[in-house]
């Protein structure tokens, strides 16, 4: 049956003096509010995920490295999607514990109702939230760039593997009839910068991207001002499966090339030092490239070890609010997920236990050596043939 958005009593605002993990508490004359904030970060060592707002789980597309659902574990059909009320509350709540870097994503945003989508951008802003993001490979949200940056927005991401329109439409999965989507993907590029809007072209690295085409897309970030991530293609999530590994390329020859020409070299992590640490190249063009490859290592957390596809390339970096209310720390399962809205609905403290146990699972993460990870991920993959030959001598 379609979710009512109805509440029964009004959600309960998170009270703060309670949002800290088991063995924390907020440090003395800091602002309480963000005790868990960027700050407590480095002060206590206590990690903080990036929240990623999933606005829809649909996006038109069907990308060759992505899913159906996007960055959903599942789909969430438009009957069961938050109201705008009930997503700010939800968001709120998220701050009000900590978090301090919100990135808006799905699905696809640009097809989230734009006027709500400037006022979700704003009211989240004005919760004090430092760093808040858009990514977006639809050209429709050029009619609101302007009103995104008026609200407050600090960056939009466009999703850009390649300059050629025909490939794009390859690597989306839509007709090559409708290559005019491509022009006006770059078209809203363009104006993005011209708005003033920071903008990052984020660039997933397929086995058939050609060196010429990555160079080409870097050419066209220095026109328009842009900064470029190149994300090693995620293996084992996507669409296609075991065709993930067919479609992977590690990106170390073309990382080679860009360091051979950057003026300066340095290192970043995702919030809360979660995810890949990340290599950082200054081009003379001004362009900054950044690198999330898996060579880097990764954090993985207790909730991963009983998982049968740990250790995922995806790891442990990001905490996702699906449309429906549930939180989501893991991109591959569905029984681990926390329903944050029912919660709320609900009343009582049920939904501040919640995010405490949802953003425990990223205080306690260990970091991993890539050397660590491949070690572990040839022992998942040789534990199956061994079970299968212990089965067969067991009926010998």
């Known amino acids: 049956m379609p979710r009512s958005h109805s ?37 206590n060592n206590i990690r903080i995920p990036q929240l990623r707002v999933l606005l829809n789980t649909a996006c038109g597309k069907r990308c060759r490295y992505c899913r159906p659902s996007g960055e959903a574990s599942h789909q969430v059909q438009r009957d069961q999607q938050a109201t705008p009320d009930e997503l700010l509350e939800w968001v709120r709540v998220l701050v009000c514990a900590g978090v301090r870097d919100v990135r808006l994503t799905g699905g696809e945003p640009a097809l989230h109702p734009l006027g ?20 977006t490979r639809n050209g429709r949200i050029a009619s609101a760039l302007a009103a995104l940056k008026c609200a407050g927005l600090d960056c939009i991401t466009f999703s850009l593997d390649t300059l050629d329109p025909v490939r794009w439409c390859r690597i989306c999965g839509i007709s090559e009839c409708d290559v005019g989507e491509h022009a006006t993907l770059l078209d809203a590029v363009l104006l993005a910068h011209e708005a003033g809007l920071p903008v990052s072209l984020n660039c997933v690295l397929l086995a058939d991207t050609s060196a010429a085409e990555f160079f080409g897309l870097l050419e066209f970030a220095a026109k328009v001002g842009a900064s470029v991530k190149v994300e090693e293609l995620i293996r084992d999530v996507g669409m296609n499966g075991a065709a993930g590994a067919e479609l992977h390329a590690n990106p170390e020859h073309l990382a080679a090339m860009v360091r051979a020409q950057a003026s300066s070299t340095w290192v970043t992590t995702p919030a809360g030092g979660l995810g890949h640490p990340m290599d950082n190249h200054r081009l003379p063009s001004g362009v900054t490239v950044t690198w999330k490859q898996f060579a ?73 050596e890539h050397a660590d990870i491949e070690r572990l991920r040839a022992r998942r993959a040789w534990a199956p043939a061994t079970q299968v030959l212990y089965a067969m001598e067991a009926h010998v």
């Open 116 to 135: 709500e989508l400037v006022r979700l951008v704003r009211e989240t802003k004005a919760m004090g939230v430092p760093r808040l993001t858009l990514v």
């Open 296 to 368: 880097k290592g990764a954090c993985y957390g207790t909730d991963c070890h009983d998982c049968a596809d740990f250790p995922c390339d995806d790891a442990l970096m990001a905490l996702r609010l699906l449309p429906d209310g549930r939180l989501q720390t893991c991109l591959k399962r569905d029984g681990n997920h926390l329903d944050l809205g029912a919660a709320l609905r609900q009343g009582g403290d049920e939904a501040d236990r919640m995010v405490r146990r949802a953003l425990s699972v990223y205080a306690t993460a260990t970091r991993y």
């Open 7 to 43: 509440r029964q009593a009004t959600p309960k605002r998170c009270d703060v003096t309670k949002s800290v993990l088991p063995g924390t508490s907020p440090e003395k004359g800091s602002n309480a509010r963000f005790s868990w904030g960027m700050e407590a970060q480095h002060t």
